[in-house]
């Protein structure tokens, strides 16, 4: 889905990552509306936008990539003393 943004930083990285954004300045009318207007106006370009974001989102956001820091998460905690654990997990007694 193309999407309209504020001009900040962080809309700014995101928009270099994935081609999915248009960006304005939040404070100016026009440059809002003439951004939607283009979209509105260009079909072709709004679905490039859906497929560059969606792509983008499934490369960020894949299970496997998930997998492998839930993985580290529990080695970290497995290498920890018990202890350590207990502070993490205090278990009921």
């Given at each position: 889905m193309p999407?309209?943004?504020?001009?900040?930083?962080?809309?700014?990285?995101?928009?270099?990552?994935?081609?999915?954004?248009?960006?304005?300045?939040?404070?100016?009318?026009?440059?809002?509306?003439?951004?939607?207007?283009?979209?509105?106006?260009?079909?072709?370009?709004?679905e490039e936008m859906g497929i560059s974001a969606r792509r983008w989102a499934e490369r960020k956001y894949n299970a496997s990539e998930e997998m492998d820091?839930?993985?580290?998460?529990?080695?970290?905690?497995?290498r920890k003393t018990d202890s350590q654990r207990q502070m993490v997990f205090p278990l009921e007694r």
């Amino acid at each position: 889905m193309p999407i309209v943004a504020s001009s900040i930083e962080s809309h700014r990285r995101l928009a270099e990552e994935t081609d999915a954004l248009e960006l304005v300045d939040p404070y100016d009318p026009r440059d809002i509306a003439l951004a939607i207007n283009r979209l509105l106006s260009s079909p072709e370009r709004m679905e490039e936008m859906g497929i560059s974001a969606r792509r983008w989102a499934e490369r960020k956001y894949n299970a496997s990539e998930e997998m492998d820091k839930l993985r580290l998460a529990y080695e970290i905690l497995y290498r920890k003393t018990d202890s350590q654990r207990q502070m993490v997990f205090p278990l009921e007694r």
